[in-house]
């Protein structure tokens, strides 16, 4: 490891704000709301950096903004201001939030694979699962059918999609196997980094534990770093390296996941990790 | 002698915002461990020794005070002020930590879980494999448990994966928080013999120990920690 190890993804003060804001705002927020003119600071000074091969976790209460962040960083909000940067994308030298819309879609395409808490923000339901994957490809430029029904079989076995099933839609299947195929469709294109929203939220226990088997294979298998947001403790203790705690669309602490979790400094936090069973 | 480790005025404090309460661990320890050398601690329950250890591995966060490390890949680094990604590298590739409990990722089997310790580390997955079940087998660790998850194993068994993930890295500083705890005899001697190569490989290591017997030509030095201070 060297010590000026490149960070995969790099935001610095992002700030998403439904609002006008006023001068009172910094000093009358009423959690992420100003008392004074009513705007809503969902994400409010968000800096942070994953590094190659990592899980950073990403845990909060529900409207914390942790879903906010990730829905700028995957161009589906556009955030009020702030910077961010891939290293897989112009060598990490543009803000990605500054770029055209096709550029946009090429790093959606390439460079990010998303995975949404609900599959139906990520899947066509009446596509096949093959299809699925290969509308990801179509997008990244390809047009070699032989390559991409080859390339969907890999993914799908890799998230333990029985092949037989691969021509069949994502609505026909239960709601783990949905999630596993909209992984499979985040990985198609081999990207840099995964953005996984809340993945296993509304699982079946046991359903749980092969969406968490998954995504541990796919960092130790591919090396990709993940940043991996989820209000469950239990699921961070398991894959992340290192975990932000986000209250009221700020962060109010970060560190090794350990030290979070057995010494948590704020008092959200220790709230938290006291709840956690 | 090269000093490994130097731990200056090492203090621990808790605060409890719920309660309003500050809780005092450790307070200015200071010591140093040079390189082949294993320092024994030992202290009263709650005297303050595993927080040293938690200091060290920067599971908790010191209050105030500096632990200098020597590291292979860094030179000197506080761990104290060490980056998170320095601290991640050095536990995988410098420095172990052996506790009493077993944290093992659901739906890992014994064996996968000694392999990833090795996998880490960028070690290729056949002589992770055999390094793995070396290892186990020297623990002697029943082989008909190398394939099945460890959530049924007794504490004995589990204590002894543990030692297994851990030492089978040889890490360069091995920091033991009651390893020997709930083992039957013949274990323990196979753990002190374990702990006694890895010295004469080198490996400088800090351990609690409630057995006192146990340390008795294993450590060179027993410091006893009373209100976490060593007296």
Redesign the interface.
Known sequence: ?S?N?KPVLQVKNLFVRYGEGCPECATHLEKNRCTVCGTVWAANDISLEV?PG?VLGIVGESGSGKSTLMQSLYFDIEPTSGQAYLNGYKDGEADIWQVSAAEKRDIKNNVMGMVYQNPIRGLRMNYSAASNIAEKIIAAGSRNAGQMTARAEELLQAVEILTSRMGEAPKNFSGGMQQRVQISKALANNPSILLLDEVTTGLDLSVQ?KV??LI?KIK?QYGISILLVSHDLAVIR?LA??TIVMLDGKIIES??T??IL??P???YT??LV?SLL | MMHILEIKDLTKNFYLHEANREIKSCKNVSFTLDEGQFIGIVGLSGAGKSTILKCINRSYLATSGEIIYNSQAFGKIDLTKASEREILYLRKHEIGYVSQFLNVMPRTTAKEHVMNALLETGEAMSSAKKRAEEMLAYFKLPEELWDIYPNTFSGGERLRLNLAHTMVKTPRLMLLDEPTASLDNKTKVLVKDMLIKLKDQKTSMIGIFHDLEFMDGVCDKVFNITEGRIL
Do not use: I, K, P, S
């Open positions: 490891m010590r190890e590094f990592e534990a968490l088997d541990r130790n398991m390296d290192r560190g090794l350990d030290q057995e010494d400094q704020h008092a220790q709230q006291h």
